[in-house]
């Protein structure tokens, strides 16, 4: 049996992670595919209210656990809509198009685990485009990373 981490320790604050924000999400990075030895990436959310989230899509490369631990969030999977209150938590298989938003008038923090890693680099390419939400440049970004939109 081996006991090898693939993470190492460490606490992660509410505040003072990075910011890779894109499309209106506060997104944190929590740790990289790096870190864990290309087992997942761990991410935080910060969801504005109001925010209407990323346009519905799949992943061909990843599946997605969610747990909201602040506010309300929507998450409609394969069409299916579910409001998520604090320690709620849907899976979004790879291939199952989905979305979130946030239509509440208060702010959604949003954990997210994802396996395999590597949208750590999706994200932080997309916040490197102008700021708007050009969808004809976000969908190039997501075509190079298994995403697409639905």
């Known amino acids: 049996m081996t006991t090898e981490s693939t993470a190492p320790s460490r606490v992660f604050r509410t505040e003072g992670g990075t910011n890779h924000g894109a499309i209106g999400l506060g997104i944190d990075p929590r740790l990289t595919g790096a870190e864990t030895k290309g087992t997942y990436s761990l991410f ?15 992943h061909s490369r990843e599946d997605e656990l969610f747990t909201c631990v602040e506010g309300r969030v929507t998450v409609e999977l394969d069409g299916v809509e579910h409001v998520l209150a604090p320690g709620d938590s849907p899976l979004m298989p790879r291939g199952v198009p989905h979305v979130f938003y946030n239509s509440f008038d208060v702010q959604t923090r949003v954990i997210a685990v994802v396996s395999p890693p590597g949208l750590e680099n999706y994200y932080r390419e997309l916040s490197e485009l102008a700021p708007g939400r050009d969808m004809k440049l976000v969908a190039e970004v997501m075509t190079r990373y298994g995403l697409a939109l639905r």
């Open 44 to 58: 935080e959310y910060v969801v504005p209210p109001g925010l209407g989230g990323p346009p519905t899509h799949i």
